[in-house]
């Protein structure tokens, strides 16, 4: 029996820093099979400020806002650590590439 993973992530690092962690889209989680030969390519932009303001998002701290909204302890992170982040900001794109043999190539 095949199963497929619940869940596959990708973690960009650089010497020894993490740099963003993108969950990558499991080619043919959305059927109930997968009958054909077929290929896959999905690009993937990953940025370590994007990183940086996801993981405080998931702490309750929403940097991605307006700054007129924000409340007092996000507009102070982001004041804060934004232009540090921004200094050091790294950003690019990744493809991901899958495929499956078939008899029609």
């Given at each position: 029996m095949?199963?497929?993973?619940?869940r596959v992530e990708l973690e960009i690092m650089i010497s020894n820093n993490l740099v963003d962690k993108i969950d990558v889209?499991?080619?043919g989680t959305h059927v109930k099979t997968l009958?054909?030969?077929?290929?896959l390519i999905k690009e993937y932009t990953f940025s370590r400020?994007?990183?940086?303001?996801?993981?405080r998002k998931r702490g309750g701290m929403n940097l991605?806002?307006?700054i007129n909204?924000?409340?007092n302890e996000e507009l102070t992170?982001?004041?804060?650590?934004?232009?540090?982040?921004?200094a050091v900001n790294i950003e690019g794109?990744?493809?991901?590439k899958a495929e499956w043999e078939g008899f029609g190539d």
């Amino acid at each position: 029996m095949f199963t497929f993973p619940s869940r596959v992530e990708l973690e960009i690092m650089i010497s020894n820093n993490l740099v963003d962690k993108i969950d990558v889209i499991i080619p043919g989680t959305h059927v109930k099979t997968l009958t054909s030969a077929s290929r896959l390519i999905k690009e993937y932009t990953f940025s370590r400020k994007n990183y940086f303001i996801k993981e405080r998002k998931r702490g309750g701290m929403n940097l991605d806002k307006d700054i007129n909204i924000m409340t007092n302890e996000e507009l102070t992170s982001y004041k804060r650590d934004i232009p540090k982040i921004e200094a050091v900001n790294i950003e690019g794109v990744i493809f991901i590439k899958a495929e499956w043999e078939g008899f029609g190539d």
